[in-house]
């Protein structure tokens, strides 16, 4: 079975600072694909950046990075200059296996990332 | 591009009682998820259709809950009888059913806050 871990409940971070948000994840399969998301109090779910198990660069998407360690099989998200408006839910997600017509997301616990002016 | 649509935004309801969510997805994606999102919880996959065919609802308390796409478009997520447990937000996603593998990125709903008294 698939799982998510997300450790930290809750993250503080000053504005302009970078901030590194934790995930950890199993599962057996060779082929896989990891998310993350973002979710605003408004509640809707944005998608930030993925990476391809087969990948073999860390995925970047502007100030979004994931440090995808597979050995360790961790894909913590950084996020650089943070921004107020980058407070919000984060979480983590994965599909695997990836050539299957089963196509749903498992997601972790998520983190609340909290922004200081 | 109009994004994923749901009604109604909120609901509440007493249990026992019956409650219908619709969902829109984006135009050309074949594959749409419903999830449910408890407080402090991320997203559990409750029902994936492909086109109007159901591909996963193993997590899916079928004794209560119903969902269909009988067109391969729009959706219906229906419980009956809630309890208090059902208590969530339903969040509906899409995505486009690409021949090759790739990232199968979902877009989300704003989602259903339900609650039930």
């Known amino acids: 079975a698939q799982k998510i871990t997300q450790t930290q409940p809750g993250m503080f971070v000053q504005e302009k600072e970078a901030v590194t948000l934790d995930c950890t994840y199993d599962t057996s399969d060779q082929s896989y694909g990891l998310f993350w998301y973002k979710q605003p109090s408004s509640g809707e779910m944005i998608f930030l950046i993925y990476q391809g198990s087969y990948d073999e660069q860390n995925a970047t998407e502007g100030r979004y990075s994931l440090n995808f360690q597979k050995a360790r099989k961790s894909a913590n998200l950084v996020i650089s200059a943070s921004q107020l408006g980058d407070s919000a839910m984060y979480f983590c997600a994965m599909r695997s296996p990836l050539d299957t017509g089963r196509r749903a997301l498992t997601f972790g616990s998520g983190t609340r990332l909290q922004v200081q002016p | 591009e109009a994004g994923v649509a749901q009604s109604p935004r909120y609901k509440i309801i007493e249990k026992r009682q019956s409650v219908a969510f619709w969902c829109n997805p984006i135009?050309?994606?074949?594959?749409l998820y419903w999830y449910q999102q408890i407080l402090g919880q991320g997203p559990k996959l409750l029902i994936q259709?492909?086109?109007?065919?159901?591909?996963?609802d193993s997590q899916l308390p079928k004794d209560r809950f119903s969902a269909e796409r009988l067109k391969g478009v729009d959706s219906t997520l229906k419980i009956q009888p809630a309890k208090l447990e059902d208590s969530a937000v339903y969040l509906c996603?899409?995505?486009?059913?690409?021949?090759?593998?790739?990232?199968?990125?979902?877009?989300f709903g704003p989602g259903t806050r339900l609650t039930v008294t």
């Open positions: 996603a899409s995505s486009y059913f690409p021949l090759l593998v790739g990232t199968y990125e979902q877009y």
């Open positions: 259709f492909q086109n109007n065919g159901v591909v996963d």
């Open positions: 135009s050309g994606h074949a594959t």
